[in-house]
Every structure is written in structure tokens, then in C-alpha cells.
């Protein structure tokens, strides 16, 4: 019987494989039969169900294979033409394991022997061909890892073509594809290769120049006194911050292919306030203060009585207020929510709110009136003339310092609405995350929509910012231009683009800031050959467990906030690796890992507290607490702080401290070595 079926295969392998008719039972036997000689689908996976789907014009075959008892399960979706496009496997067994004995090299080769066989098309072709992208590799949570692999045709990255591949390892260390997704595109076709143009480095930097603009960044001190949350800086960019593509035939600008827009709008709106009974003899008196402060702020019809004197501002027709929030903002201003809605059957209303509650001003406003609309495909020149008129009326009693303070920037018309953007400038120059928009109903001749966005002050000269050929030369190095096949016009064309997008740099030093930190690091290093620490460090930097800069300084003192980021980044999860220095430990102080009084980032540390800060992390420190229960056999246990047998008996019971020579050396300041070494046995043991 295996071998028929085996004919059988092989027989429909060498047929084309152009499905016609896609909703016949016979098309679904093709693509089933395709499938199954790609991949092998266990024995005891013998209930199976199938559907058919279609997304943009492009039919997926569905196949599903379980077990009765459903612990396991293989999913399979396949298009029309047999190519494999999601794989998942699942299974209610999975390891709670953090390491293995298995190797990155040995995954790696296993995902591609599996891509190999589920998508041999891929393999056809020399010049057209799957490479495995390093800096994808990534360990998650039980023992499994992602992979990425990218199209390349010629050499030349094929935009938005690649294969995502998850390996999986057992609680015995044996290998197998968690899930495969495939978003490669067999059906477009690739354009003939012209002579290339030889100035595309500096026909892209005319078709895409660099400005200099401010905006804001978070401020990691701003809990001091005084200080801002968010502070405003000057920087450099690519303009409007779109780093497209151009032909590197003609040097012009290519646009790309459009997939389906999906429009998301979201809006909240704050719970009502409860009301605030009294009680003087149990305030204190900042919470009097406070108390007093509110009640000099208007009241909700007071706000409502100015808002509506504003000019082209409506209320939607019966609308009723649902929710109303009172709250203090980054720069200690108190600040109304108000939410109103008409919920009737036949309509719906409303209309959303913010004001600054001590004067009334305007901060945002969002309508919608419920009475039906007329369909407006166009708008006139003129009404799109008298929408800005009015609406810079608007503006101009709404918030007349301010507005005067930004220049207008562009406008979108659509469906009877035209919308408004004014930047603020600063010196001349235009500020990205601050400034005011409008919309205008041009049928009703109201404002529906405002935010005003004016919160920084003290924003850095843009006299003392670096040149900017200097600044387009600094991105560049950072960024540099490359070649890639873009979709374009329905074929792929082989264009030039900037390698990384979003570069963003100083305004003043010319730095890269937002410099992508690199969550999947391989934390390779050059001095740990020959080291007792290199196998056990080699094996946590293939998990992206490690230290940045190349060397591990094996032998030197680690500071308490390394050790606090390494060890936290082990055992609570890897992005603890790139928390700032104040979020790092605002976390791990909300943790009980340390307290506000043993912070010291900079200070080295004792073996003793090491232990004390792993004991905390595993959630054992009642434990490690217990009074005359613990006896551990070092020479040199005595040394050990009061209190502190109690973590080191539980680490050496676990394996994770062993001692060197018979002695624990617990006020010895903790080495890199050391450090490394003990979360690799705490994981192992896990």
C-alpha cells in the first residue's frame, strides 16, 4: 500500500501544479496529496478536517490532523498552487527546560533541512533563494527559537519575501518545527535588470532629504523635582520621516505597490468621579491642600457654557453626559474628561472632551452629530478655502498664543470633512510631536475635531546644531544605501533604499539616537578562549543571555546593576537587558529584589549579596529566612554574614553554588566569571 501511494506522489509531483477549479473535491485531493509529499504527518494524527478560504483574491487549502484525545495536532494552509504557507504544530507536552545540550548551530541546520522539504521551490533556483538572517535568531520560552529567512534574488533582498521558522526542543533534547510561515510571492515577476545608474547614492539623497526638527523624548529623571516627564530635543532626519525608494534605472522615485489600508480609531473616555465626603480630622494637610486646589476649579457646566461660546462649535442634538474624569497632567494641571453619547435607537451621538479645568481652555474635541449624511465625493475650492478661514477663526479664539506659534502645513479632504495640521515652530524650525489639528464639517459648518498638543519649554538653539551635509554623511554611515527588489506596478523592480529605516540622529552631536538596541544579540566575546567560564557563557549567549561590547572580562569585578540586569534577564525574561538604568530598578525594587536603600549601580558587589539577589529572584527568600535549619560544609562559612546561611545553603543544595577549593569566599566582590556561572547552573536546574 506505501508504495502505491509513493506512485501516486511521484505521478502528481511531475503534473503542473495550476489548480483551476478551486472549490472541486478534486482540486482539494491535489493540493492535499502536494502537501503530504512535502510533509510527514504522524500515524496516531489520524482525525482529519479540512476548509477552504480566500483572502485578497488568493484560495487556502486548510488542512487540519489530530489525535482523539487532541494533545497533538499538525495544521497545514497551502495556496492553489500547492505551496505551503503555514505550518503549526501543537502539543499539550512542552519542557519547562531553559537550556538544552542542543547547539544554535544544530538548530539552525535542522530549520533548514525542514525548508528544504516544505518548500523545495525555493531551492530550484540558484539565483532565487531563502538565506538565513542572523540577527533573527531569538531564544523564547520553552525552549524554542525563531528564525527568520530572506528572499534574495541575484543577491539583492527581495522586499517583504522572507519564511519565519520556530524549533522547538523536548524535555529529552530532541528537535521539531513548532510553526513555519511563509510570505513568499511566487506570482510576481521580477523586471528585466538594466544598466544601473552610478549616482543613485546621491540621486537618493535629492529625492529623499534630511531635516532638522524637535520633539519630544522621554526624560528617565523626570521623577525629580521640577523636571518634565518629557523634554523637547533637536534632531535630524530623514524628511517627514519617509525613507522610500528610487529606480536605479531611471533615479526616480518608485512607488510601491499598495496593500489594504486598515484604518484603526480609538477612543476612550474616563469612569465619573465619585464625590468626596469630608473628613477634616482625618486629613492630612497636603490632602487639605489638595482638597482646596479642586474646589477653586470650575464646575462641568461652567466648562460646557464656555465651550459652546467658541465659534462653528455644536453639540450633537440630545446628547448627555456619560462620564466625566478630573486628573492631574505631566506638568501638574488638572484636567476634565468629559464624555457625552445620545443612545437612542434611531441615532447615535457624541462627543468627547478635554479641558484644562482652571480656565476652561480647550485641550481636544471630538464629535460626531447622529442625523444621517449627505455622500459628498468632492469638495469645491472654495469650501475647502472657507474651511481653513473658519477654522483658523477657530483657533484663533480657542488658542490664539499658540497658534500663533505654528505654521500651516497641509491639509485632507474626504466624505464632506477637510482636516488641518499646523506644526509648532520653533526658531524656524518645526517641532514633530507638537502643534494643533482641526477638522472642519464643510456640510454643517462646524468644527468636529481639535487637539492641542503645547507642552515643552526651554527647547535647544538650532544655532549650535551640526551642518547639515555633515549630519545626511553621519546617517548614512550609520545606515548606509542599498540595493532591493521592490514591488512595483505588479513586477518586482530593483531599486535603492536606506538599509535600516527611522534613523534618527543628534542635532547637536551628530549621535545616532533610537539606535535600535539589539534585543537578539549573540553576545559573542574574544577573551573567554580557554576560560572555565567559556562553555557555560557560550551556551547563555546563544539564549542572548549575556554582556554588550564583545568581551565578557571574565576576571574583573561586575557591578551591581550588571548583575541585577544579567541575572533579572535570566530569570524573569531577556528584555530586562535593555531597560534603562532608573526602570531597571524601579522594576526590580517593585519585585523586593532590592530595596531603595541597597541601590547602588555603580558599586561592586559581594558574593554573599549575589546570593541574596538570585534567592530573591527565585521567590525563596522566606525560605532562605528559616533560622536554624541550614548547615553548609566551607571552610570559610563563618565569614558569612549574619542571616545570609540560610540563601547559600539553598544555592549549594541546588548546585548553583559549589565553592572554590572548600571555601565560599562570601565577601569576595562577585566576578563576571562568577556571575555567568551561576545563572547557568541555576537554569540548568530548573
Not at 114 to 137: C, G, H, I, N, Q
Not at 552 to 571: C, N, V, Y
Request: hydrophobic share 35%; glycine share 6%; with cysteine.
Amino acid at each position: 500500500m506505501k508504495k502505491i501511494v509513493a506512485i501516486v506522489l511521484v505521478l502528481l509531483m511531475l503534473v503542473p501544479t495550476a489548480y483551476a477549479d478551486t472549490t472541486a473535491s478534486g482540486e482539494l485531493e491535489k493540493v492535499l496529496v502536494s502537501v503530504k509529499s512535502k510533509i510527514e504527518i504522524p500515524t496516531e494524527l489520524n482525525i482529519f478536517e479540512s476548509h477552504i478560504s480566500e483572502y485578497r483574491e488568493q484560495v487556502y487549502y486548510n488542512f487540519d490532523w489530530h489525535s482523539p484525545d487532541y494533545e497533538k495536532s499538525v495544521s497545514i494552509s497551502a495556496d492553489e498552487e500547492g505551496h505551503i504557507r503555514d505550518y503549526y504544530v501543537y502539543t499539550q507536552k512542552r519542557t519547562e527546560k531553559k537550556l538544552s545540550g542542543i547547539s544554535k548551530k544544530e538548530i539552525i541546520s535542522f530549520a533548514e533541512e525542514f525548508l528544504k522539504k516544505a518548500l523545495p521551490e525555493m531551492y530550484a533556483d540558484p539565483t532565487d533563494v531563502l538565506v538565513f538572517d542572523e540577527k533573527s535568531y531569538s531564544a523564547g520560552s520553552f525552549l524554542r527559537y525563531s528564525l527568520t529567512y530572506k528572499r534574495y534574488k541575484n543577491d539583492i533582498f527581495v522586499k517583504d519575501n522572507f519564511v519565519n521558522v520556530t524549533v522547538g526542543i523536548t524535555e529529552d533534547d530532541a528537535l521539531y518545527i513548532s510553526n513555519m510561515s511563509s510570505n513568499i510571492d511566487y506570482k510576481t515577476p521580477f523586471a528585466e535588470r538594466d544598466e544601473e545608474i552610478t549616482d543613485y547614492v546621491q540621486k537618493y539623497k535629492e529625492a529623499f532629504p534630511g531635516e532638522m526638527v524637535y520633539r519630544n523624548e522621554y526624560n528617565p529623571e523626570w521623577k525629580e523635582k521640577g523636571k518634565m516627564k518629557y523634554s523637547g530635543a533637536l534632531i535630524y532626519r530623514i524628511k517627514d520621516g519617509n525613507a522610500g525608494f528610487i529606480s536605479l534605472e531611471t533615479g526616480e522615485i518608485v512607488t510601491e505597490d499598495e496593500n489594504d489600508d486598515i484604518i484603526y480609531r480609538g477612543e476612550s473616555a474616563g469612569a465619573m468621579t465619585d464625590s468626596v465626603n469630608k473628613n477634616e480630622s482625618a486629613l492630612t494637610p497636603e490632602e487639605l491642600k489638595e482638597i482646596s486646589a479642586v474646589e477653586g476649579l470650575l464646575s462641568v457646566a461652567e466648562i460646557e457654557a464656555k465651550v459652546k461660546k467658541l465659534p462653528y462649535i455644536k453639540f450633537p442634538k440630545d446628547i448627555v453626559l456619560k462620564s466625566s474624569n478630573l486628573s492631574k497632567n505631566d506638568e501638574g494641571k488638572y484636567i476634565y474628561s468629559l464624555g457625552y453619547s445620545n443612545e437612542k435607537e434611531a441615532s447615535y451621538g457624541y462627543l468627547h472632551m478635554s479641558v484644562y479645568a482652571e480656565d476652561g481652555k480647550l485641550i481636544s474635541f471630538n464629535m460626531n452629530d447622529s442625523k444621517d449624511r449627505k455622500e459628498i465625493e468632492t469638495i469645491t475650492d472654495y469650501q475647502k478655502t472657507l474651511a481653513k478661514e473658519n477654522a483658523e477663526k477657530f483657533l484663533t479664539a480657542v488658542a490664539e498664543t499658540e497658534f500663533s506659534e505654528t505654521n500651516f502645513e497641509k491639509s485632507e479632504d474626504r466624505d464632506g470633512f477637510v482636516s488641518l495640521y499646523y506644526p509648532r515652530i520653533i526658531e524656524g524650525v518645526k517641532h514633530i510631536s507638537e502643534g494643533i489639528r482641526v477638522a472642519y464639517d464643510t456640510e454643517n459648518g462646524t468644527v468636529t475635531n481639535y487637539s492641542l498638543n503645547f507642552t515643552q519649554t526651554g527647547f535647544p538653539s538650532p544655532h549650535y546644531a551640526i551642518r547639515y551635509d555633515e549630519a545626511y554623511t553621519r546617517l548614512l554611515e550609520y545606515s548606509p544605501i542599498i540595493k532591493m527588489y521592490v514591488k512595483s506596478g505588479g513586477k518586482y523592480v530593483l531599486c535603492a533604499t536606506l538599509e535600516k529605516k527611522g534613523v534618527i540622529l543628534d542635532g547637536l552631536t551628530g549621535d545616532v539616537k533610537d539606535a535600535y538596541k539589539e534585543q537578539n544579540q549573540s553576545f559573542s566575546y574574544d577573551d573567554i578562549s580557554g576560560h572555565w567560564v567559556e562553555e557555560a557563557a557560550t551556551k547563555l549567549s546563544e539564549v542572548q543571555l549575556g554582556f554588550d561590547g564583545g568581551k565578557l572580562k571574565p576576571d574583573q569585578k561586575i557591578t551591581q546593576e550588571e548583575l541585577l540586569r544579567f541575572i533579572a534577564s535570566g530569570i524573569y525574561g531577556k528584555y530586562y537587558h535593555t531597560y534603562e538604568t532608573e526602570d531597571l530598578y524601579e522594576n526590580l525594587i517593585r519585585e523586593k529584589v532590592i530595596s531603595e536603600e541597597e541601590k547602588n549601580p555603580s558599586a561592586n558587589i559581594t558574593r554573599e549579596d549575589a546570593f541574596v539577589f538570585i534567592i530573591r529572584m527565585a521567590g525563596l527568600e522566606k525560605v532562605a529566612k528559616l533560622e536554624n535549619i541550614y548547615k553548609v560544609n566551607y571552610a570559610d562559612s563563618h565569614l558569612l554574614s549574619e542571616g545570609k546561611i540560610g540563601y547559600c545553603a539553598i544555592l549549594s543544595g541546588l548546585g548553583v553554588v559549589c565553592g572554590d577549593g572548600g571555601c565560599l569566599r562570601p565577601q569576595d566582590n562577585t566576578t563576571y566569571a562568577e556571575t555567568v556561572i551561576m545563572l547557568y547552573r541555576y537554569l540548568l536546574t530548573l
